[in-house]
């Protein structure tokens, strides 16, 4: 039996990868568009099916060649994607999802888990977000996850199937392209490690929550491996770094690492737009904390900084830096 993972070549897929190979599992790794370069040290040790989340068989065939016993259900359109094509974003995200439960349902594979996002909050939200805030989102990428998490729940309650899923806020690593909101956060670092200048595209006291990808893929194999019996909770917040930092306090932190560093600021009027209304500060997740002992690692953002540093400048190969 073996564990397939949805997104698996990609930026938290290949990471989590790489810690379900170290265990010694039969791995999976499900892609529409597979980045080999991510998972080079590994690629003799997992199996790569290409396919597409919203095509039904292709998802069916992985599920059950490969008799899986539980699935990472990573895959999916992240967010600038899914507003510009929304029609798309339907297709992979929920009927995508619908498509890996029913694969789940039917052939066996007896646990699911799916990551989901801050941006299932939205509307009129303060600035301490917990698990039982009203999700009201306003974006089609955090529309399709909260009906995607209202799913799993009950495909749990009416079909025992063992659904977990983690809301994370935004991922930071090395190596990603596609743009969204908080990319500034991860190219504010990568720019300069790489000896190049950026312009941030947000005001210097603009913030936003954010995971590093290395504990990203850590929050969802601890939630994997947790007791049944302790989940209760089903949809949980992940945090990472604490406390939320500033652009500029972001600038300052990497400036010390990188001196050299030339980072200047021109707000994006959309963007800034956006920020406007989500005013997030805390992302608690003291229920994850509580039920399945999560405790990020990456929550100093010095040690943030200093291992995407060392990754991109040790591994640009991985990271598509040439």
């Known amino acids: 039996m073996a564990i397939l993972v949805t997104g698996g070549t990609g930026f938290i897929g290949a990471e989590l990868a790489r810690i379900l190979v170290s265990r010694g599992e039969d791995v999976v790794l499900f892609d529409v568009a597979p980045n080999y370069a991510r998972i080079s040290d590994i690629r003799d040790k997992v199996k790569v099916v290409r396919g597409n989340l919203a095509y039904w068989p292709e998802v069916l065939n992985a599920v059950r060649d490969y008799d899986a016993e539980g699935i990472y259900h990573l895959g999916?359109?992240?967010?600038?994607?899914?507003?510009?094509?929304?029609?798309?974003?339907?297709?992979?995200?929920?009927?995508?999802?619908?498509?890996?439960?029913?694969?789940?349902?039917l052939f066996g594979a007896g646990k699911v888990i799916f990551t989901s996002t801050l941006s299932t909050y939205g509307l009129d939200c303060s600035s301490v977000i917990t698990d039982t805030t009203l999700q009201r989102p306003t974006t089609m990428y955090g529309c399709g996850k909260l009906y995607c998490e209202c799913l799993g729940r009950f495909y749990r309650s009416k079909f025992g199937l063992d659904?977990?899923?983690?809301?994370?806020?935004?991922?930071?690593?090395?190596?990603?392209?596609?743009?969204?909101?908080?990319?500034?956060?991860?190219w504010m670092i990568e720019y300069p490690a790489l000896g190049k200048p950026f312009e941030c595209y947000v005001s210097e006291s603009t913030k936003c929550p954010v995971l590093y990808f290395k504990d990203a893929a850590r929050s969802v194999d601890m939630i994997y491996h947790a007791p049944k019996e302790e989940i209760k909770t089903v949809n949980y917040n992940v945090a990472g770094v604490v406390p939320t930092r500033t652009?500029?306090?972001?600038?300052?932190?990497?400036?010390?690492?990188i001196p050299e560093s030339r980072i200047s600021y021109k707000p994006d009027p959309d963007v800034m737009n956006y920020f406007r209304t989500s005013t997030v500060d805390v992302f608690d997740d003291s229920k994850a904390r509580e039920e399945w002992g999560w405790q990020a690692m990456y929550s100093d953002f010095d040690k943030v900084v200093a291992d995407f540093i060392e990754e991109i400048r040790s591994r640009p190969d991985r990271y598509g830096i040439v």
Request: net charge positive; glycine share 8%; no cysteine.
């Open 163 to 186: 659904f977990r899923s983690v809301r994370f806020p935004s991922v930071i690593g090395p190596g990603v392209r596609t743009p969204g909101v908080a990319q500034w956060n991860a």
């Open 76 to 105: 999916g359109m992240l967010s600038v994607p899914s507003n510009a094509n929304p029609w798309a974003s339907f297709q992979v995200n929920v009927v995508g999802m619908v498509n890996v439960l029913e694969a789940a349902r």
């Open 247 to 257: 652009a500029k306090e972001i600038e300052q932190t990497v400036k010390r690492y």
